[in-house]
């Protein structure tokens, strides 16, 4: 898989890997690189340099003021995953240019967004959905493709029980889990439409539920490679 054709463009592209947890998005953010150097993966939302969450912080002010004073203040967890959307977009700006042809996103903007749609609902809320187009458009502009990985809910189930990572319905019985990866599909599938609404994202599917994560992986890389070509 030589994703030769990234090499020409003048500009790094940027691709997000979007799907309920257990879809196999940390394997396929993982493997890809191992299968491509010129791949760079490893960049989400967590773990951000701490003057770029500064920065996104001190931005993020007016926003959280006005929420403040329109008696609806934003909730920590809210709050942090706003900055976290902000920083990791300069993150993304400081890499943009370099040699690596293609950016690889586990938990970018769609995940964030979707996230905060799940435990952090707010209706009606005039302040946050202004911020909420500002971002979708400045997350618009950078996104070239959203993959959407997906499994059948008992594979996801499985694997979320499973593996290592901790999660907060790992120890919930299937209905629970089920209704759980529901409510996250539905939230990714909403931000996906706002980006493309927005924007030029393309949007392309990827199901996990059988073979190997090599093989997985080299199916991403043909479909991506088709996806950028020119």
């Known amino acids: 898989m030589p994703l030769k054709s990234f090499a020409?463009?003048?500009?790094?592209?940027?691709?997000?890997?979007?799907?309920?947890?257990?879809?196999?998005?940390?394997?396929?953010?993982?493997v890809l690189p191992e299968r491509n150097p010129r791949v760079r993966a490893g960049l989400t939302l967590w773990g951000l340099p701490r003057l770029l969450l500064?920065?996104?912080a001190l931005a993020l002010?007016?926003?959280?003021?006005l929420a403040a004073l329109g008696g609806r203040p934003l909730r920590w967890g809210e709050l942090?995953?706003?900055v976290r959307l902000g920083a990791l977009r300069r993150a993304v700006q400081r890499m943009a240019g370099r040699d690596d042809p293609l950016i690889l996103l586990d938990e970018?903007?769609?995940?964030?967004?979707?996230?905060?749609?799940?435990?952090f609902p707010r209706n009606g809320d005039a302040g946050r959905a202004r911020w909420r187009r500002r971002t979708v458009r400045e997350w618009a502009g950078w996104l070239d493709v959203v993959v959407r990985v997906d499994a059948a809910d008992p594979v996801l189930a499985e694997r979320i029980r499973t593996r290592s990572k901790p999660h907060m319905v790992k120890d919930q019985p299937d209905d629970e889990v089920h209704r759980f990866t529901a409510r996250f599909r539905t939230a990714l599938?909403?931000?996906?439409?706002?980006?493309?609404?927005?924007?030029?994202?393309?949007?392309?599917?990827?199901?996990?539920?059988g073979a190997l994560p090599v093989d997985h992986a080299a199916r991403l890389g043909l479909v991506l490679e088709d996806a950028l070509r020119g």
């Open 189 to 209: 599938d909403r931000v996906v439409a706002e980006l493309k609404a927005a924007g030029r994202v393309k949007v392309l599917g990827l199901r996990t539920d």
């Open 54 to 56: 500064l920065a996104s």
């Open 108 to 119: 970018g903007p769609v995940f964030g967004l979707g996230w905060l749609d799940v435990f």
């Open 80 to 82: 942090t995953q706003m």
């Open 61 to 65: 002010l007016p926003t959280a003021g």
């Open 8 to 30: 020409g463009h003048r500009r790094t592209r940027l691709v997000e890997l979007a799907g309920p947890a257990g879809a196999g998005k940390s394997t396929l953010a993982r």
